[in-house]
């Protein structure tokens, strides 16, 4: 057989059926080699980001591998950004870029560029351009498992067109061996952490995304009520999922250097967090220099990469949990309960009844999120790319483990690709992207694949028609720009971007929200439509929290 073909049923052989590209001509000997695989759905985009961030949100939502392929130089090029995300988040995306034929790599040939490896190699776990045309499905399966083992993370290769053209004997095709990855503490690591947090008299823990990723979130309820210690969710500057149900009773809103019940512990367990991404220089430590520390993650880098435990553990937080929920209860502790959600930093509040004092004034941030708790159906997943209406999201929506997905890398115009790869991987499911104006614009061509794929994502845009980071950015200056009331670089309008107008040129219909009375129906159409929606409400600016 012809190597692309080996390529696509090594792919299949691992369970992978999604391919997600922007083809150019050297994906030729690609293209025309799925004629005869069927099974395996090559999904079209329109710019590398939107292909990059499609397989990144599939990834997320099936915990497996994807696959993106790329053209060349120039698409990697494009999907560099999307990539870092992926990097950064952990995501096993495996990026395939088929190259120009190798007679002219060497010759400065059109798209050529030095080192295609390399200009990936910073943000995957492995890069490599393939050398012979016989190894290429070895090389699948070693992106497949690289990109799948903990720490996951993206990996690339690039083969030249000619390469993929050639017959091989296509003997050395088959599925993967799983590696085993349990993680055990050992017994001595297991008796200090139960010594330390016996001996705590304010221990809080906090949920990291590592719960998520090892299937432990009704452990981490059950090891929270055993204990009685209060839960805090990963900051959303690291987190890239939600870890614990905002109405659980020992739910205690989102960890910040900031809330009182960090500013009081004296042990923090910290189960799978990242410690931690700063936006900017910090005031105050992430943690407390007088709280002894534990911290586990399976990624050794993360444990102690800022600040250093009392006790850090390489190991799983499920098999932590597992054993803080056995043995002798004499080991434990009942600490006080109360409603931790009290001592929340505002990150976890409850309902809050809406006044509709003027109809026609625009709505805010806080009131749209609580509409869409009110008509998104129970079981939708959430994709948020809102940037300063976040906040107002996490602090009105009701979020569980599995049911969010976000991004700590920062790159903009993840959000819709990303949701597309969700629905795609949960087609049973409800999904809403919650995508802020200025990051709608990086991606809005994805709602062209969302209509020809029939993916029936709802996009929510709170529109303030401003790059609202940008203007806070300037407010923290202090400088001109304040004493004279004008902010560059933040408005976009004039003229006014026609989100709607240009969703229905891709295909999708969509509603306008200019006021607080038009809201409800505008979301309830949007869930009840047969196919992507797209309501884009205009919301006061919101300067509040970062």
Not at 146 to 173: C, H, Q, T
Request: with cysteine.
């Amino acid at each position: 057989m012809r190597s692309a073909a080996a390529l696509i049923e090594m792919l299949q052989h691992n369970g992978i059926f999604h391919i997600f590209g922007l083809p150019g001509s050297t994906e030729a000997p690609l293209l025309d080699a799925l004629l005869d695989y069927p099974e395996t759905h090559y999904i079209l985009g329109l710019h590398e980001g939107v292909v990059v961030g499609m397989a990144d949100g599939f990834a997320r939502a099936t915990g497996r591998p994807s696959v993106a392929n790329l053209h060349t130089t120039v698409g990697l090029g494009n999907g560099l950004t999307a990539l870092f995300n992926a990097w950064k988040d952990s995501s096993p995306v495996v990026t395939i870029a088929t190259h120009k034929h190798s007679e002219i790599l060497g010759r400065d040939g059109f798209c050529v560029g030095p080192d295609l490896p390399g200009w990936a190699r910073p943000v995957t776990k492995w890069a490599w351009q393939g050398v012979v045309a016989e190894q290429i499905p070895q090389e699948i399966g070693r992106a497949i498992k690289i990109a799948g083992s903990s720490p996951s993370g993206p990996v690339f290769l690039a083969y030249p067109e000619d390469m993929l053209g050639m017959e091989i004997d296509g003997r050395d095709i088959r599925e993967n061996g799983r590696v085993s990855e349990s993680f055990v503490p050992s017994t001595d690591q297991m008796s200090a952490v139960k010594k330390m947090l016996s001996n705590a008299r304010t221990p809080i823990c906090i949920a990291g995304d590592e719960v998520s990723a090892t299937g432990a979130a009704e452990l981490l309820e059950r090891f929270s009520e055993l204990w009685g210690i209060p839960v805090l969710q990963e900051s959303r500057r690291s987190a890239a999922t939600w870890n614990v149900a905002t109405d659980f009773k020992n739910y205690a809103g989102e960890y910040t250097s900031g809330h009182p019940l960090v500013r009081g512990a004296d042990v923090i367990l910290a189960l799978g967090p990242r410690l931690s991404v700063e936006f900017s220089p910090v005031k105050q430590p992430d943690v407390p220099k007088d709280a002894q520390l534990i911290h586990v993650h399976r990624n050794s880098y993360e444990v102690g990469k800022l600040y250093q435990p009392s006790i850090g553990l390489v190991a799983s937080v499920a098999a932590v949990l597992e054993e803080l929920c056995s043995g002798d209860s004499d080991a434990q502790i009942q600490h006080v309960y109360r409603d931790w959600r009290a001592a929340s930093n505002g990150s976890g509040g409850g309902e809050i009844a809406d006044r509709l004092t003027d109809l026609s004034a625009r709505c805010n941030v806080a009131m749209l999120s609580r509409a869409l708790a009110r008509i998104a159906p129970p079981d939708t997943a959430v994709v948020d790319e809102s940037i300063r209406s976040s906040p107002a999201l996490l602090a009105n929506y009701p979020l569980r483990p599995g049911n969010y997905f976000h991004t700590s890398g920062g790159g903009l115009g993840w959000g819709l690709p990303a949701a597309l790869g969700v629905q795609l991987a949960w087609p049973d499911r409800p999904v809403l992207a919650y995508i802020g104006d200025g990051s709608l614009m990086f991606s809005i061509q994805a709602l062209w694949t969302a209509a020809r794929e029939k993916l029936p994502v709802k996009v929510v845009v709170p529109n303030n028609r401003k790059f609202l980071a940008v203007k806070a950015g300037l407010v923290a200056y202090k400088g001109h720009a304040v004493e004279r009331g004008e902010f560059m670089g933040v408005d976009l309008s004039p003229p006014i971007i026609d989100i709607v107008s240009l969703a229905r040129g891709f295909g999708v219909e969509g509603r306008l929200v200019t006021s607080q009375s038009e809201l409800d129906s505008a979301l309830e159409w949007a869930f009840a439509h047969d196919g992507p929606a797209i309501v884009d409400v205009l919301v006061d600016e919101d300067l509040g929290e970062s």
